[in-house]
């Protein structure tokens, strides 16, 4: 019990530790164009960005799969700026969500280049582990899964807060905040610039 209690908190604070704020701001992008209604959608969205983010885990440690950390330390801005980028021009568009399992698709791969990020930690955690490493790897992706549900629910609590209390324009929303994410990811991208 102490292990799965461990494992998932480590999991938890991975995806909310503010020093590395990634993964909160590409979540925030995920959920910032739905709405409580939607739910169903975009838990779709998590879970598959969840899944992905394991299977690189998994990658790494049962088929040895490396990249250099340059490029992932680089695409992992990238993830967010695209996906800031799709939320200011798609904003209100009926046709944005006819096709949900490739926005899900999207967000698995995305979540592949994020878990690359986090593999070599990962790898130490699990090599100073008696535990199995799927086991671990399962309650580590629990703990990701509820951190992300967390920032789900903040962002759509505050969404609700500004269009529905304040009478913000939905469309408008989406693309002011998503434009604010994107201007803090830009830094991001030119500090990690590889060529």
Known sequence: MDDLITNF??????????????????ITLLA????????????????AFTIGHSISLLLVV???????????EFLIPVTIAVTALYNIFTAGRRHRDSTPWLTAMIALFFGLIHGF??????????SGS????????LEFALGI?????????????????FTGIFRFNKKEWT???????????????IDRWIW
């Open 9 to 26: 908190l480590f999991g938890f604070w991975h995806v909310l530790d503010l020093q590395a704020y990634d993964h909160i701001l590409f």
């Open 130 to 137: 008696d535990q199995n490493t799927l086991l671990l790897l």
């Open 145 to 161: 899964e509820a951190a992300q549900l967390v920032i789900v629910l903040i962002v759509l609590t505050i969404t609700f807060i």
């Open 175 to 189: 693309q002011i905040i998503s434009a604010i994410i994107l201007g803090i990811v830009i830094p991001m991208l």
């Open 62 to 72: 049962y088929g040895k799969v490396t990249f250099a950390t340059a490029y992932i």
């Open 32 to 47: 910032m164009p739905f709405l409580f209604n939607s739910w169903r959608k975009l838990l779709l969205l998590v879970t």
């Open 117 to 126: 990020g986090f593999s070599s930690a990962f790898k130490m955690l699990a």
